[in-house]
């Protein structure tokens, strides 16, 4: 196949609407633009997102973040703040983490994160955990039940 060869595939190509030319077209006099009214005269336009006069979509919606009442939110405690305050062998749970003073409220549930080191077995009982943590927590010789 060559350059002038080439052509579009059938079908693809439609030729342009000409409103206003001549008899036959079936567009002459309004143009297909309809009787009066703005949009039926020449150099309108509409800004983006215009609803008639109706407030806008992008006014109506809040402008600063959004909060999700469904999220469960997790009180967070770190393997590193569990170092500090726990004896070897302890048995970690809302009640202790509360009564040692690394929690004031549970929230819906604790959540231990893996920042930091530990070298204490403790017995870890919370809603959940990350990986890292459980990791951490297992090869200190603990254990850990998520509830």
């Known amino acids: 196949m060559k350059l002038h060869e080439l052509s579009p595939a059938e ?3 439609k030729a342009v609407k ?27 336009s509409r800004r983006a997102g215009f609803e008639g006069g109706q407030m806008p979509l992008q006014r109506r919606l809040p402008k600063r973040g959004f909060n999700n009442i ?11 703040d569990l170092e500090k305050r726990f004896e070897d062998g302890a048995v970690v749970d809302a009640e202790s ?11 819906d549930g604790v959540k231990v994160l893996g920042k930091g080191e530990i070298t ?3 017995t870890v009982k919370v809603t959940a955990i990350s990986e890292s943590a459980k990791a951490k927590i297992e090869a200190a ?3 850990v039940e998520v509830l």
């Open 120 to 122: 204490k077995a403790l």
């Open 11 to 13: 079908g693809s190509k």
């Open 70 to 80: 469904f999220a469960t939110e997790y009180a967070t405690v770190n393997v590193s």
């Open 97 to 107: 983490l509360k009564a040692s003073g690394l929690l004031k409220k549970t929230l």
């Open 141 to 143: 010789g603990g254990t």
């Open 18 to 44: 000409r409103i206003g030319r001549g008899p036959g077209s079936g567009q002459g006099k309004t143009a297909g633009k309809g009787q009066k009214g703005q949009k039926s005269r020449s150099g309108y």
